[in-house]
T-cell receptor
Framework: SAVISQKPSRDICQRGTSLTIQCQVDSQVTMMFWYRQQPGQSLTLIATANQGSEATYESGFVIDKFPISRPNLTFSTLTVSNMSPEDSSIYLC?????????????FGPGTRLLVL | QKEVEQNSGPLSVPEGAIASLNCTYSDRVSQSFFWYRQYSGKSPELIMSIYSNGDKEDGRFTAQLNKASQYVSLLIRDSQPSDSATYLCAVNDGIFNKFYFGSGTKLNVKP
């Protein structure tokens, strides 16, 4: 498995501001992922972050709104920019590890964001 | 559009019974299948993975995979109130190494 931490664990933010979420993993990983989980919903992939290259965004998510950094193999940040109440959600980072020669994803504890 | 379908529930079972959770997926080339448990307010926690047709057992949990029917299930034997959670089915597409998640089934185990 993997030991993953996220900061902050929760925050309440004002409309129009930005929040940067940090994700730290206990050992080097190639692939890190950022998901959003809105209340009562399943997980939606925002983007995939590989070290040394630009993040790959899923349909409906753009870099200007969700800029991502991946400065090394154990760390990534996701910024939620110019927030609106619709951005209220849980934001999760995950990492990929090989278990039994298959790629498996493990999740951090999540960041609970409320935008007023 | 790759889809992973789950019955949203809630599925209610009495303590000690077998809980059966089901998942279907649309993409025939999918290679790896996962069950995650998510307690309210917490992040998903991996319970089991399965890659080959048939059954895979781990303690009280058994995952079943039928690739021909594009169907994967999770059985929880001797269900406990602590098993009450939302169970997410996930599929790795096997090409782009991307995970697709179902909407989850909420399980209630009644004491």
């Amino acid at each position: 498995s993997a030991v993953i931490s996220q900061k902050p664990s929760r925050d309440i933010c004002q409309r129009g501001t930005s929040l940067t979420i940090q994700c730290q993993v206990d050992s080097q990983v190639t692939m890190m992922f950022w998901y959003r989980q809105q209340p009562g919903q399943s997980l939606t992939l925002i983007a995939t972050a590989n070290q040394g290259s630009e993040a790959t965004y899923e349909s409906g998510f753009v870099i200007d709104k969700f800029p991502i950094s991946r400065p090394n193999l154990t760390f990534s940040t996701l910024t939620v920019s110019n927030m609106s109440p619709e951005d209220s959600s849980i934001y999760l980072c995950s990492v990929e590890r090989s278990d039994d020669f298959q790629e498996t994803q493990y999740f951090g504890p999540g960041t609970r964001l409320l935008v007023l | 559009q790759k889809e992973v379908e789950q019955n949203s529930g809630p599925l209610s079972v009495p303590e000690g019974a077998i809980a059966s959770l089901n998942c279907t997926y649309s993409d025939r080339v999918s290679q790896s299948f996962f069950w995650y448990r998510q307690y309210s307010g917490k992040s998903p926690e991996l319970i089991m993975s399965i890659y080959s047709n048939g059954d895979k057992e781990d303690g009280r949990f058994t995952a079943q995979l039928n690739k021909a029917s594009q169907y994967v299930s999770l059985l929880i034997r001797d269900s406990q109130p602590s098993d009450s959670a939302t169970y997410l089915c996930a599929v790795n597409d096997g090409i782009f190494n991307k995970f697709y998640f179902g909407s989850g089934t909420k399980l209630n185990v009644k004491p």
